[in-house]
């Protein structure tokens, strides 16, 4: 695999534990312990990435910590500090119809079911009872509106998602 290929960030590491190379890990995947599914892992510092593997881990306290393949002290592990971990996208399981990585969404114009052009999905926001879709609006915008927040609730608001069209279609009244 080339380090050119599409990564996204699945977590950092943090300080080194005991004096044998572990590390603490700062998950970002939805299931904490998920990010020990994947493998190899990217290690990135300042824009240069280096594959590793994870040769150990376990829970500790309320954490992780791992054991990487070639760290093998805590002099080691201390140069990794806060370096992100990532891993290639074709490395993500393929979602059952309907579901969407929140990658994929970004950069989807938004369109309401009457054909009002809302913008662009610029990012994603996690609120605890749903997710939102930040719309980056037109300059021309009707409205006047800079940005739109608009719940990702299926069914009621976002009517479909289509991403060979590169397109998300609302039922949402474009003065909101």
């Not at 610029?122 to 915008?141: I, Q, Y």
């Amino acid at each position: 695999m080339s380090q050119e290929q599409a990564k996204f960030i699945a977590g950092k590491l943090g300080a080194p534990y005991g004096i044998k190379g572990w590390l603490k890990v700062h998950s970002f995947t939805d299931d904490p312990e998920g990010i020990f599914d994947f493998s190899p892992w990217l290690i990135g510092q300042q824009g240069n990435w280096q594959t590793v593997e994870v040769v150990d881990w376990r829970r500790h306290n309320k954490g992780f910590i791992a054991k990487l393949a070639s760290v093998e002290d805590r002099d080691q592990a201390n140069v990794l500090t806060n370096a992100e971990i990532a891993v290639f996208e074709e490395q993500l399981p393929d979602l059952p119809d309907g579901e969407f990585y929140w990658r994929d969404l970004i950069g989807l114009s938004v369109v309401t079911n009457k054909g009002y052009d809302l913008g662009k999905v610029d990012d994603m926001l996690e609120t605890g009872s749903n997710d939102v879709l930040v719309v980056k609006a037109n300059p021309n915008d009707g409205f006047g509106k800079g940005e739109r927040l608009i719940p990702y609730l299926t069914e009621s608001v976002v009517l479909k998602v289509d991403l060979d069209a590169k397109e998300v279609t609302v039922d949402w009244d474009p003065s909101f």
